[in-house]
């Protein structure tokens, strides 16, 4: 079981998404769940996206400021990944 950063809701980790955060800093969608670096999780909507950004939970969990370039890749990410 994972929490959702954004609805805090517990889910089973194959229903949520994984943002990761490389050893270099970059920040990405992990689809498969399997790349190397901190990761976090959201539910696969754009409800519980925007409520990180908002709430600054990414920023928290990951230890650095995520500029909002990151939120534009991460949607585009995330409707490539709903579809």
Known sequence: MRLCLGCGEGR????????????EGDI????????SGRGA??????????????????????SMEIPSEIFVKLREELADATD
């Open 41 to 62: 999780y959201i539910c696969n909507n754009a409800d519980c996206l925007n409520k990180l950004e908002k709430n600054k939970k990414l920023s928290r969990s990951f």
């Open 28 to 35: 990405s969608v992990d689809i498969t769940g399997k790349k």
């Open 12 to 23: 089973p980790k194959s229903q949520l998404i994984r943002i990761v955060k490389t050893k």
